[in-house]
T-cell receptor
Framework: DTGVSQDPRHKITKRGQNVTFRCDPI?????LYWYRQTLGQGPEFLTY????????KSRLLSDRFSAERPKGSFSTLEIQRTEQGDSAMYLC???????????FGEGSWLTVV | AQKVTQAQTEISVVEKEDVTLDCVYE???????LFWYKQPPSGELVFLIR??????QNEISGRYSWNFQKSTSSFNFTITASQVVDSAVYFC??????????FGQGTELSVKP
């Protein structure tokens, strides 16, 4: 039983560049969540999917952020025209339809220089 | 408003001491779930426990125990006979509609040998 996996684990990019993170949820988990965590803070909700449908987006998700889950399995989170304030860890999590526990991946660290 | 407060930012103990991490929550919902997660330096959020609002029984799992009190809106976490491997940041979280979690600020626990 594999857990939630995220790729890449670390990304350093120059300001203004685009970056994309991928998340593979636990198999057969139909709900997938993205969170952002900055240093010294708890994770903050960004968006979530039920199957391929994006059901909720936080106001934290500016126009430069877009998330997709095209086939209801893996998901991508793209940040366009990165800014230094985007530096954070981006966490993905998943949950099954009948479960109430949300399982997290190891996160993708983004540093914008 | 839905909110989770972890008033203790950092706690330092010596190995074998008992330590309690506090969590206070606010919610208007009558049915809700509370969680504790552990975040070691690697970054992954490790699920520790889920408690629903209908079950006020305290729970013990090895050296870990949880005290849920609806009357004071608290869900405290105690580690008995702490070990160096318990050093991590611990997060308390409240599950909202759709499954997204609201996290507290986290408590950084340092267990010294």
């Amino acid at each position: 039983d594999t857990g939630v996996s995220q790729d890449p684990r670390h990304k350093i990019t120059k300001r203004g560049q685009n970056v994309t993170f991928r998340c593979d949820p636990i198999s057969e988990h139909n709900r997938l969540y993205w969170y952002r965590q900055t240093l010294g803070q708890g994770p903050e909700f960004l968006t979530y999917f039920q199957n391929e449908a994006q059901l909720e987006k936080s106001r934290l998700l500016s126009d430069r952020f877009s998330a997709e889950r095209p086939k209801g399995s893996f998901s991508t989170l793209e940040i366009q025209r990165t800014e230094q304030g985007d530096s954070a860890m981006y966490l993905c999590a998943s949950r099954g339809s009948s479960g109430n526990t949300i399982y997290f991946g190891e996160g993708s660290w983004l540093t914008v220089v | 408003a839905q909110k989770v407060t972890q008033a203790q930012t950092e706690i330092s103990v010596v190995e074998k001491e008992d330590v309690t991490l506090d969590c206070v929550y606010e919610t208007r919902d009558t049915t809700y779930y509370l969680f504790w997660y552990k975040q070691p330096p690697s970054g992954e959020l490790v699920f520790l426990i889920r408690r629903n609002s209908f079950d006020e029984q305290n729970e013990i799992s090895g050296r870990y125990s949880w005290n849920f009190q609806k009357s004071t809106s608290s869900f405290n976490f105690t580690i008995t006979a702490s070990q160096v491997v318990d050093s991590a940041v611990y997060f308390c979280a409240l599950k909202m509609e759709g499954g997204k979690l609201i996290f507290g600020q986290g408590t950084e626990l340092s267990v010294k040998p």
